[in-house]
């Protein structure tokens, strides 16, 4: 038999080892590969190896962020931008979630419904900018409504298959304790649904984004898009680099944004730990 003792050493060796393993934080972790990308940019652009006018290094890049931070052109143009883009995923994120759900709890519904979304699917941002442009003229409604049809269809679909993912055997256990249809769908099948309601949300999020340079690049006098958009009529690279990686901190920070709601809302399942 094993006494006290050795089970206080073995959960000593386990303590150690876990400690061992988190001697480094994943923040730097991440940050390892982006810094030593930087550090050779800047070494070949320092070198002259490339031309400024292609590839500015990343301090001009930095000294072009402060200039733009400074003269206040950048908050405007990205206030505008994240106005554009929430609009455009709260109203094709909420009809996506609506219409999944829908379909997810009636086999009727997604007969008549689902096919003709599938085929709206296929269909890429460009091939539709020129219609809303017509439709809706160059207004804040044109671009909105774009941002929002690309955000319809992962939330759309991530509910629709986490609802009809939901194991059999739950609703065995609902007949047994009685649930109502109302405890049904709020105590078993949402909460069952929500790992792949959550993902919908990050890949919404993120065709977003696209979305919205699609909205601004084709057409717009102001924000990220419009920024980077005249920045290139004047050869302005580093510029156009501060638009881009705006583009790309917005959209991991509103994607970690959500990975902690989704720690705090899914902590009940060991699965999603790892």
Not at 7 to 27: F, N, S, Y
Not at 41 to 62: D, K, R
Not at 259 to 269: C, D, I, S
Request: charged share 20%; glycine share 10%; aromatic share 12%.
């Amino acid at each position: 038999m094993k006494t006290a003792a050795y089970v206080q050493v073995q959960r000593e060796g386990k303590t150690r080892k876990l400690k061992g393993k988190r001697g480094i934080p994943l923040w730097i972790k991440g940050c390892a590969l982006p810094a030593v990308i930087l550090a050779i940019w800047q070494y070949i652009g320092s070198m002259g190896f490339v031309s400024a006018n292609i590839l500015p290094t990343p301090v001009a890049i930095l000294s072009s962020f402060y200039e733009l931070t400074l003269s206040g052109e950048l908050f405007s143009n990205m206030k505008i931008s994240i106005i554009r883009a929430a609009l455009g995923f709260l109203l094709g994120g909420s009809l996506g979630l609506l219409f999944g759900i829908l379909t997810g709890f009636s086999k009727k519904t997604e007969a008549y419904i689902d096919p003709t979304l599938q085929m709206l699917r296929t269909v890429p941002h460009l091939a539709v900018t020129p219609l809303f442009i017509l439709w809706f003229g160059f207004d804040e409604i044109s671009k909105v409504l774009l941002i929002a049809l690309g955000a319809f269809f992962p939330i759309y679909i991530n509910t629709f298959l986490g609802i009809r993912s939901v194991d059999t055997k739950l609703f065995d256990v609902a007949r047994v304790l009685e649930f109502s249809f109302k405890d049904k769908i709020t105590k078993l099948i949402l909460p069952a649904a929500l790992p792949n309601i959550l993902l919908g949300v990050r890949l919404s999020l993120g065709i977003a984004w696209l979305g919205l340079v699609v909205a601004e690049l084709m057409g717009s006098s102001a924000g990220i898009g419009y920024m980077i958009m005249d920045a290139r009529l004047y050869s302005l690279t580093d510029k156009v680099f501060v638009g881009i990686i705006i583009f790309a901190v917005v959209g991991k920070a509103t994607d970690s944004l959500v990975r902690l709601f989704e720690r705090r809302l899914l902590k009940w399942r060991d699965s999603f730990k790892g």
